[in-house]
């Protein structure tokens, strides 16, 4: 049963790296703006050290309903969207794109040593 999980994570490891190989695919994610997340944390970091120091602050709390829809209480879902998510991800081979491949973050193991950590327990029948 050990060697099952051991061999579970490796290869969730290996469909995310698969999935950042073809990361190409999405440039609205590539070229994501971050700034309203960097404003937002910036301006609760600001709040909580006022707090914790006893200082005023003039920064407001979020609306918690900016986000809050109408709801449609009699609509439809469309039965191809529930199959759509069951559905495995179709990965493009590279003989179709010659497009070139964005990885973010530094590259695996390029001029690195590096070890591995874990624990691996056999499990045996009594």
């Not at 191809?80 to 491949?101: C, H």
């Not at 695996?108 to 029948?125: H, P, W």
Request: hydrophobic letters at 40%.
């Amino acid at each position: 049963m050990g060697e099952d999980v051991l061999l579970f994570g490796w290869l969730s490891s290996m469909e995310k790296l698969v999935e950042t190989k073809y990361m190409y695919l999405y440039d609205n994610v590539v070229n994501w703006n971050d700034s309203a997340s960097e404003e937002a944390f910036d301006n609760a970091k600001s709040r909580f050290w006022s707090e914790i120091n006893g200082l005023p602050c003039d920064i407001p709390l979020p609306d918690p309903d900016i986000y809050i829809d109408d709801i449609d209480w009699s609509s439809t879902i469309d039965p191809e969207l529930i199959l759509d998510l069951e559905r495995d991800a179709i990965v493009p081979s590279d003989k179709e794109n010659d497009a070139e491949v964005v990885i973010i973050g530094d590259a695996l193991l390029v001029n690195q040593s590096f070890f591995c950590i874990g624990i691996a327990i056999k499990y045996t029948k009594i």
